[in-house]
C-alpha cells in the first residue's frame, strides 16, 4: 500500500473510531451520570478522571481480544465474526433511532443527583475510597464501565468484530481506531463536567435527539458495510 493508502486508511480507522465513541457517548448511562455527579464538586477535571477508569476498563477488553485473535483466530473465523458483529452494530443502531426521542427527554440531572462523589463514594456504596490509589471518580469510570451490561454486550459482539477487522488490517489501523474512540469518550466527557459544573446544558433537547438519530444511522450504516465487506472476502 503507498504512503497515501495508508494515510487514507488510518484516517478512516481513526473516524471509525470517533463515531462508534460518540455514538455510545451520547446515550445516558451510568459513566454520564457518574460524570454529571462528580462535576457538581470536582468540576470539569471530573471529565478526564471518569474517562481514565473507563479506558482502562476498555483497554483490557482490547488486550484480551487481540490476543484472543492472534493466538486462535483464524482469517476466516475473524471474518465470520465480523459479519455477526456487523448484525450487532445494525440492531445496536436501530435500537438507537427508536430511542432517540427517549434518550433526549431523560432528565439526566435527576438522575445524577444521586451521585455523590466528593468524597470518593456512590451513594449506592459500590464504590468507596478505599479503592485507592484511584480517586473517587476514577473509581467510577471503571465500576460504571465494567458493570454496565450495554458495554460488555457490545465488546463481546460488535465492539470485537471491529476491533478483530482492524487487526486484519494491521497493528496501527486497529492504534488509530482506538485513539478516535478515546478521544470521543474524553471529548465528550469534559463537555459534561465543564458544562454540568456551571449549570448549564451540554447541548439542547431538539439537538441531543438529531444526534441520536445521526449516530444510529452511522452505527447502522457501518453495521451493514461490515457485513457486505467480509462477505465479499469468504466468497
Given at each position: ?121 456512590v451513594s449506592s456504596g459500590i464504590m468507596t475510597s478505599s479503592l485507592n490509589p484511584f480517586s473517587g471518580t476514577v473509581s467510577a469510570g471503571i ?93
Amino acid at each position: 500500500m503507498s504512503r497515501g493508502g495508508i494515510i487514507i486508511e488510518l484516517t478512516k480507522d481513526l473516524i471509525l473510531g470517533f463515531t462508534v465513541g460518540i455514538s455510545a457517548a451520547i446515550i445516558p448511562g451510568p459513566m454520564m451520570f457518574a460524570t454529571i455527579g462528580a462535576s457538581f464538586h470536582k468540576g470539569w477535571r471530573a471529565g478526564p478522571s471518569v474517562f481514565i477508569g473507563h479506558a482502562l476498563v476498555e483497554l483490557a477488553f482490547f488486550v484480551l481480544i487481540l490476543i484472543g485473535a492472534s493466538s486462535f483466530l483464524g482469517k476466516s473465523v475473524i471474518s465470520y465474526l465480523a459479519i455477526i458483529g456487523g448484525l450487532m452494530m445494525v440492531i445496536f443502531g436501530l435500537v438507537m433511532i427508536k430511542k432517540a426521542k427517549e434518550a433526549s427527554t431523560m432528565d439526566i440531572s435527576i438522575s445524577a443527583s444521586s451521585l455523590n462523589l466528593s468524597s470518593g463514594t456512590v451513594s449506592s456504596g459500590i464504590m468507596t475510597s478505599s479503592l485507592n490509589p484511584f480517586s473517587g471518580t476514577v473509581s467510577a469510570g471503571i465500576i460504571t464501565s465494567a458493570l454496565n451490561p450495554f458495554f460488555v454486550a457490545w465488546w463481546l459482539t460488535a465492539g470485537s468484530a471491529i476491533l478483530l477487522q482492524e487487526y486484519l488490517t494491521g497493528i496501527f489501523a486497529v492504534t488509530a481506531f482506538i485513539i478516535g474512540h478515546w478521544i470521543a469518550d474524553l471529548g465528550f466527557l469534559v463537555a459534561v463536567s465543564s458544562s454540568f459544573s456551571r449549570g448549564t446544558e451540554v447541548i439542547s433537547q431538539p439537538t441531543h435527539e438529531k444526534l441520536v438519530y445521526l449516530c444510529g444511522g452511522f452505527m447502522a450504516f457501518f453495521g451493514l458495510w461490515f457485513m457486505i465487506n467480509n462477505n465479499n472476502i469468504l466468497q
